[in-house]
T-cell receptor, first 109, second 112 residues
Framework: KNEVEQSPQNLTAQEGEFITINCSYS?????LHWLQQHPGGGIVSLFM???GKKKHGRLIATINIQEKHSSLHITASHPRDSAVYIC???????????FGTGTRLTIIP | DAMVIQNPRYQVTQFGKPVTLSCSQT?????MYWYQQKSSQAPKLLFH???????NEADTPDNFQSRRPNTSFCFLDIRSPGLGDAAMYLC???????????FGPGTRLTVL
């Protein structure tokens, strides 16, 4: 069973700060997902990664397969970025996602 | 241009009164998933379909059933809701295994 851990669990920052959320997993994977969930809302898929780095607007996701680690970065953070960010992995040969515990991000104006 | 639609968004039911939640998709994806998410917890997979092939998670209670009459629609039936079934129910779709999952907005179920 893959163990997916995220850090920090909670993060509060000022508007404009550079944000980093980390995810580590214990067993090799076929893909890693970063998801965003606003309070009371559904989940939005931000990135799916199997190697390297992806960028979308102010969001950047990186993955290091050898170290079994991924990071999600937010540049020039804004209050609307306040949400729970969830890391989830697909294990090889398993169609199910294993979810991390989530990181609650609050950006203060 | 909503892609994964869930109805209703909020559902209130009484203890033991059957309820049906619906999900529809315009993406023509092969895979549809139902998740249960309780407060401050990660989503928990209840079932998934690959086309019409149904996969039930081992720890999904018998109280939960699902139907997928066609590619576009999937239903979650809770035969006798208990207080512990109050949660957000999320539907998701993906083109294939290990592809990006697209989530609906969720249905928040309250059991009185």
């Amino acid at each position: 069973k893959n163990e997916v851990e995220q850090s920090p669990q909670n993060l509060t920052a000022q508007e404009g700060e550079f944000i980093t959320i980390n995810c580590s997993y214990s067993v090799g994977i076929s893909a890693l997902h970063w998801l965003q969930q606003h309070p009371g809302g559904g989940i939005v898929s931000l990135f799916m990664l199997s190697s390297g780095k992806k960028k979308h607007g102010r969001l950047i996701a990186t993955i290091n397969i050898q170290e079994k680690h991924s990071s999600l970065h937010i540049t020039a953070s804004h209050p609307r970025d306040s949400a729970v960010y969830i890391c989830a992995v697909h294990n090889f040969g398993n169609e199910k996602l294993t979810f991390g515990t989530g990181t609650r991000l609050t950006i203060i104006p | 241009d909503a892609m994964v639609i869930q109805n209703p968004r909020y559902q209130v039911t009484q203890f033991g009164k059957p309820v049906t939640l619906s999900c529809s998709q315009t993406l023509n994806h092969n895979v549809m998933y139902w998740y249960q998410q309780k407060s401050s917890q990660a989503p928990k997979l209840l079932f998934h379909y690959y086309d019409k092939d149904f996969n039930n998670e081992a720890d999904t209670p018998d109280n939960f059933q699902s139907r997928r009459p066609n590619t576009s629609f999937c239903f979650l039936d809770i035969r006798s809701p208990g207080l512990g079934d109050a949660a957000m129910y999320l539907c998701a779709t993906s083109r294939d295994w290990s592809d990006t999952q697209y989530f609906g907005p969720g249905t928040r179920l309250t059991v009185l």
